[in-house]
């Protein structure tokens, strides 16, 4: 997905995507710092919204297909724990310098593709 993603940014802005970064307050503080040094900012940060219950069983099911052993309910708890107390504080950071669109993910995958590219569009025409 996030090829795809990065093929119609290219066309349109020349742009990039960060999947599952930065996680912490002080990873994100770093980022903006190096996109000031180079003259970029960032157009969208998207919130891919998901209650705990599904995303652990979301989790669960992709152990059992794929055979992952790193996903016990013990690791995804220990997961969840980390993203609540150190990347969850980031919504609100960059909720405040705008920007933030939250993506309701508890749907099926084509919806939620589709929702970010109706949002990536909107960015383009700005």
């Known amino acids: 997905m996030v090829q795809l993603i990065r093929k119609q940014l290219a066309g349109v802005n020349d742009g990039f995507v960060l ?10 503080e770093a980022l903006g ?6 003259g970029r900012e960032l157009d969208v940060v998207f919130e891919l919204q998901l209650p705990d219950a599904i995303g652990r069983e979301r989790m669960l099911k992709r152990a059992a297909e794929e055979g ?37 993910a508890d749907r099926p995958i ?9 949002a990536l569009e909107q960015v383009a025409v700005r």
């Open 33 to 38: 710092e190096m996109l000031r040094e180079i």
């Open 19 to 28: 999947d599952g970064f930065p996680r912490t307050m002080r990873q994100a």
């Open 68 to 104: 992952r052993a790193d996903d016990t309910p013990e690791a995804i708890d220990k997961r969840l724990r980390i993203y609540h107390e150190e990347t969850e504080p980031l919504v609100e950071y960059y909720r405040s310098r705008g920007g933030l669109v939250g993506i309701h």
């Open 110 to 118: 084509p919806e939620v593709f589709a929702e970010i590219q109706r």
